[in-house]
Nanobody, 119 residues
């Protein structure tokens, strides 16, 4: 069965770093665009970063540019989100997403991992 499993969340102080991982199974990972979304309490789910199936197109929401880096390893069926210079506003549940052509609406979701940035 299709499965996306996130890990790496936790509590970190402002200015700190975390590395999230999402490991996929049950589908052809190399054919999917992989993304990280986050949802803070009382807020809508927001696309944070995405990487194309071939890895040649990468996008970030403006608020994380220069601080977050998305990458993936097709040999491990894993996508990563390196988060540096974390701010309290980054506090959210972070979700891994997989989607494919032509409409990118055949999407799978992970269960989410909590990131809390607080002193």
């Amino acid at each position: 069965q299709v499965q996306l499993v996130e890990s790496g969340g936790g509590l970190v102080q402002p200015g700190g770093s975390l590395r999230l991982s999402c490991t996929a199974s049950g589908f052809t990972f190399s054919l999917y665009r992989m993304s990280w979304y986050r949802q803070a309490p009382g807020k809508e789910r927001l696309l944070v970063a995405s990487i194309s199936s071939a890895g040649n197109y990468i996008n970030y929401v403006d608020s994380v540019k220069g601080r977050f880096t998305i990458s993936k390893d097709n040999t491990k069926n894993t996508v990563y989100l390196q988060m540096n210079s974390l701010k309290p506003d980054d506090t959210a549940v972070y979700y891994c997403n997989a989607a494919r052509r032509p409409l990118f609406n055949d999407a799978y979701w992970g269960q989410g991992t909590q990131v809390t940035v607080s002193s």
